[in-house]
């Protein structure tokens, strides 16, 4: 059953600026440092893209990745015991009490952002590091690039950085086709 809130009073998303990433993998390491993730997990990672076709990209860009902490989450519908459910503020969040480790929710993923933690038996994905959030920290991935081309923030509050990020430059998101709604958000 979707645990979420009818008006929730803040909605998280992500957000980077495609320029700014030169692939460190800053993030990458930041991540598995905070979240403790075993050998050969990665929560997020880098992906190359060739020409864009849209000025100034006239050449490689790199697409930082991870969960897209989707609206209306495929990986949610799928599961069989309930372990996968939404936060208030829409992070996608798994119960390790309750996960079997079926591989459902892997299945279901169209952004591939789930992956087994063999050492634990459950399924593993980005947390927008949930645990940091009540600290008033952000993400350890956007604490820790170097470019600072990622940004995280409260999308419903429209003088956020990421509603202001969103405002001004053109976005896209990806596999908008799959209808999941993803707060997940690439700009120019």
């Not at 170097?146 to 509603?163: C, T």
Request: with cysteine; aromatic share 8%.
């Amino acid at each position: 059953m979707k645990q979420k809130a009818e008006n929730p009073k803040k909605r998280f998303a992500m957000v980077v600026e495609l320029k700014k990433c030169f692939n460190c993998k800053g993030c990458v390491v930041a991540c598995r440092a905070e979240n403790r993730v075993p050998l050969p997990i990665s929560r997020n990672w880098i992906e190359e893209s060739g020409v864009r076709g849209r000025y100034p990209f006239l050449g490689m860009t790199f697409e930082p990745a991870a969960c897209n902490h989707c609206e209306d989450p495929p990986c949610q519908r799928v599961c069989p015991t309930g372990a996968t459910y939404q936060s208030p503020e829409g992070i996608v969040l798994v119960d390790n009490r309750k996960c079997i480790g079926c591989k459902y929710c892997i299945l279901a993923c169209p952004y591939d952002a789930r992956s087994v933690n063999h050492h634990d038996r459950v399924i593993e994905k980005c947390t927008f590091c949930k645990q940091r959030l009540p600290e008033g920290r952000i993400p350890a991935c956007v604490e820790t690039c170097m470019g600072n081309a990622r940004h995280f923030g409260d999308i419903l509050d429209p003088n956020s950085e990421v509603s202001r990020l969103l405002a001004e430059k053109d976005r896209f998101v990806k596999k908008k086709e799959a209808g999941t709604r993803p707060a997940f958000y690439y700009v120019y």
